[in-house]
């Protein structure tokens, strides 16, 4: 910027201008008036710039927390997702070593089945050739037991007086031995019978079933005073004719092995087991070990001698026949001098 040098009053080329040394001075103020305007300008800008730089600064620091906080964030989510992936690792391992054991147990499983197949149509096949030997061998039987007593009976009327006591006793003892073959006989076709005869399933009233074989029993020996305790309303869906054959048979016993007991006792009833019934016929007669209780749904066999309890040893393998053709199950529980329980599912 130019400035022009006023004069002096003492100036000798001319005289006193004061209106030009004013305007100079308001030249100079003017300028420096714009100037100041311009600086403040600038400082504003320059202000403002520092502003925004601090604002700018301050986002930017926002910006770095925020991206610092995603940063754990992640840091955390990846050590989330390692955990994670790990634990799917384990469990793949896990599955893996469970699916190995469960294949193992399906392969156990398939080859214990097989072999259950195997034994059952093994037993089947079995039973099937005993069915047919008892019948045949039951029937094959008859003709000479039937000349045995016969020829017997013939020594009896025609030669009894002509026999001393031995002949005679021998004749006796032959006798009796053809009429045991002959119970044994009849009830080994009545086995093999029940085993192939067709079921006919209806609702049967096991209840007043065991009621008329009780009614039976005391009519066939009115001096025995024994005590029937009967559960009502026991119903069964079932083959009429073999249910009856059964509970005839396990009536049977009970009255037999009561017959030394001063106040004999039968009862007939159910039990609930995990939901599932249970039927029983329970006396408090002469009872037995139960070390000998395997044997005894085998034919033929027996725990106490024949003297002592007559009968052929064929009616609890009757009964699990049987309850075996029904789906069912039988078992046999007792105490020697106080009892047994005989107990059976349909």
Known sequence: MMVSTPRTPEDPSGA????????AMLNILEDFSEEKGRLEAVQRAVINILEDSSEEKDRLEDVQRATINILEDF???KSRLEDTQRAMLNLLDDFSEEREK???????????????RLAKE?????????EAFAYSVSHDLRAPLRSIAGFSHLLMEDYFDKLDEDGRDSLDRIFAATGKMGGLIDDLLNLSRLTRAEMTRTQVNISRMVRKIAE????????RDVEFVIQDHLSVEGDGQLLNVALENLVENAWKFTGKSISA?????????????????????????????????????????MNEFPGTGIGLATVKRIIERHGGRVWIEAEAGKGTTVYFTL
Do not use: C
């Open 16 to 23: 006193t201008n004061l209106e030009d040394f004013s305007k």
């Open 75 to 77: 840091a955390s989510e």
């Open 102 to 116: 469960t294949e193992a147990i399906n392969r156990e499983l398939r080859e214990a089945f097989e072999s259950l």
């Open 122 to 130: 093994a037993a089947d096949a079995a039973n099937r050739e005993l």
């Open 216 to 223: 039976a029993k005391k009519k066939s020996q009115p001096e």
């Open 265 to 305: 006792q039968i009862e007939f009833g159910t039990v609930n087991e995990d939901g599932k019934l249970i039927y029983f016929i329970k006396d408090n007669g002469i009872g037995f070990d139960m070390e000998y209780a395997g044997k005894l749904f085998q034919p033929f066999q027996r725990v106490h001698a």
